[in-house]
């Protein structure tokens, strides 16, 4: 996509310009912002977006673009003639405008002479719309008449409840696309747009289709709230806290709407939106900032991500002074350089994020060497990585650092101390397993820190360890914990030296890509994984699926989460014996999960259990469960 001058927000005041001139600059810039929101490319926040809406409508209410959807266009695709048109949602930014939906909604009820009318309010969903009706799967196009996207099934998207069940959203599961693929994507909704309209399927996508979790979600299965007009506006907030909580995907607000059909009947639409609903959504705090430098910084797979130095602005009450710009390519093609003005915001989120540009840089430069190692840098895709995969300090610090942090047994390899171990030529983890006091003490380690790390390399080899997590702290890409531990029910780590792509494909989970690069990735560094578990690590070994051994106790069976500080052992004890009781231990809370076990100082997993009706235990009431 060619890269788009955006300029300030409105453009020039109106004053300096003509009534018609703001219009028609108004909707040429609705437009482009339309095709490259629909393309998975969005240029603006869609609060930038709206308030361009907003302000067209103030000018001339009339407009044409004002009352039609706005389109999404396959034109390779056979069209498809929806039953009935897929409109888009009005929207409510505040209390005062949420009020004034509720009133028009009793006004029309009072026409009918209905007493009260209820209100169900479901989670607003930011995938890519469409309808799966009568065997035919398609997009929303232009709200009218859609694309035939039918080969989206075969591609591994997965119908949620079923096939046929209508108007829904293709999304990827939250927390895969943030462990995963955050990386790659600026948003999930980016990904899902490639799988029905790329004509091939870029591997990252490959990825998340094989491991299945792009699914087509249709609404009437969604999560919901349904009470009166006067519980709505009581509670907006804590029924959007507790609808969040029950969702695994990207959110673009909450939609509300009339549930009597005769009341919907009688309230009717626009050529735009159905008047009986409407979108709830929060705009979050933002601000601009001006870009005073862009750094540059190594990560363990070689990826060179920008950081963006801003003038320090206050937002949410934190001070922001830096910026992650994801990749280079989003540097290159918005010309993200010193005197950029950028538009962030922080809402509810602990990390701000870039969410429009409204003056682009006069200069824009990208590196062409590792600002770690000098090696030469390579384009893959939107990103800048560094060939110098083996001895490059930068990728070997994180690698080092994200096997401790994976490990989680030891205490004390913090990054700088890992960039001073580095810099003095220790760059395996086998060589750092090797040091003695009299080493550290040599790298200008005190005395006392020198005891700490002496511990912590003594406690990561003496402190046991499930084999799921070791092979995942090792770093190989595609290989979290749960796909490790899947793996290793089949093959054990010792063996996975002549792992087999056609034999990691066989397992269930594992796609043609993850399998290549799995088996390709242990292959080249299989030598310094054997050299790892020849050093003594108390290796708690994943039962093989062929010698397993039904276990009948009072948890086999559930999925169980474990959050918050135990007192009589371990989180990871734990999880390892509810395991061997044949429970199956989840990482997160979702749906799916039959019992949440809470320590000391839980947090967001308990308020999330509580939000789904999921069964919480106390440490102590779970230990007398199994001793039942």
């Known amino acids: 996509m060619s890269k788009e001058k955006q300029g300030s927000l409105f453009g020039a005041p109106s004053g300096e310009r003509s009534h018609k001139e703001e219009v028609q600059g108004l909707v040429s810039s609705l437009q482009r912002y339309n095709r490259a929101y629909r393309a998975g490319e969005p240029l603006i926040s869609d609060h930038e977006y709206d308030t361009l809406v907003e302000r067209l409508r103030s000018v001339q209410p009339e407009h044409a673009f004002l009352n039609t959807v706005e389109p999404e266009s396959l034109e390779d695709r056979a069209p498809v003639r929806h039953p009935t048109p897929m409109l888009s949602t009005q929207k409510a930014y505040s209390t005062v405008e949420i009020q004034a939906w509720v009133l028009r909604m009793t006004k029309a009820a009072n026409e009918l002479g209905m007493d009260s009318f209820t209100v169900r309010v479901t989670p607003k969903l930011d995938g890519l719309a469409g309808r799966d009706e009568q065997g035919v799967f398609s997009t929303r196009g232009d709200g009218r008449v859609g694309a035939n996207i039918g080969f989206a099934w075969e591609r591994g998207v997965v119908p949620i409840g079923g096939r046929g069940l209508g108007v829904g959203e293709i999304v990827i599961l939250k927390s895969f696309f943030e462990e995963h693929l955050s990386e790659r994507f600026e948003h999930p909704r980016n990904m899902c747009v490639g799988i029905v309209s790329a004509d091939v399927v870029n591997k990252d996508a490959q990825a998340a289709l094989d491991a299945g979790v792009v699914h087509f979600v249709p609404y009437v299965g969604l999560a919901s709230w349904t009470g009166s007009p006067d519980e709505l506006l009581g509670g907006v907030q804590e029924i959007t806290d507790s609808l969040k909580s029950q969702v695994d995907y990207a959110l673009d607000g909450m939609v509300a709407e009339v549930v009597e059909q005769p009341l919907r009947n009688h309230l009717g639409a626009t050529n735009h939106h159905y008047r009986w609903q409407i979108a709830i959504k929060e705009r979050g705090e933002s601000a601009t900032a001006t870009v005073e430098e862009v750094i540059w910084q190594t990560g363990r797979t070689g990826n060179i991500t920008p950081v963006l130095m801003i003038e320090p602005v206050k937002l949410s009450g934190a001070n922001i002074s830096r910026i992650t710009a994801h990749h280079a390519g989003m540097v290159r093609d918005r010309n993200l350089g010193p005197g950029a003005v950028i538009e962030i915001i922080r809402s509810g989120e602990v990390i701000p994020k870039l969410v429009g540009v409204h003056r682009e840089a006069t200069e824009c430069v990208l590196p062409e060497h590792c600002p770690e190692c000098g090696s030469p840098l390579q384009w893959r895709e939107d990103f800048l990585r560094c060939t110098n995969s083996s001895a490059c300090p930068g990728q070997v610090v994180h690698r080092i650092r994200h096997w401790f942090s994976m490990l989680g047994n030891s205490d004390g390899m913090g990054i700088k101390t890992l960039e001073r171990i580095v810099q003095a030529g220790h760059v395996t983890l086998a060589e750092i397993y090797a040091l003695q006091p009299e080493d550290f003490l040599a790298m200008d380690f005190g005395p006392g820190q020198t005891k700490v790390l002496t511990k912590a390399l003594a406690d990561s080899l003496l402190n046991p360890v499930e084999d799921a997590r070791l092979l995942a702290a090792f770093g190989i890409p595609d290989l979290g914990i749960g796909e490790s531990r899947r793996l290793l029910s089949h093959r054990s780590l010792v063996s996975l030296g002549d792992l087999l792509e056609e034999e990691l494909l066989a397992i269930k989970g594992f796609g043609p890509v993850t399998s290549q690069r799995i088996t390709e990735s242990l292959q080249i560094r299989w030598a ?101």
């Open 528 to 628: 310094e994984l054997k050299a790892l578990l020849e050093l003594g690590f108390r290796i708690e070994l994943t039962p093989l699926a062929s010698e397993r051994v039904e276990v009948v106790s009072p948890v086999s069976g559930l999925k169980i989460v474990f959050t918050g500080s135990m007192q009589q052992g371990s989180r990871e004890e734990m999880k390892t014996q509810a395991r061997a009781m044949g429970a199956e231990v989840q990482s997160a809370v979702s749906k799916k999960t039959d019992l949440l076990v809470v320590g000391e100082k839980a947090g967001s997993k308990l308020k999330k259990a509580e939000g789904l009706g999921i069964r919480v235990l106390t440490e102590l009431e779970y230990l007398e469960l199994l001793a039942s």
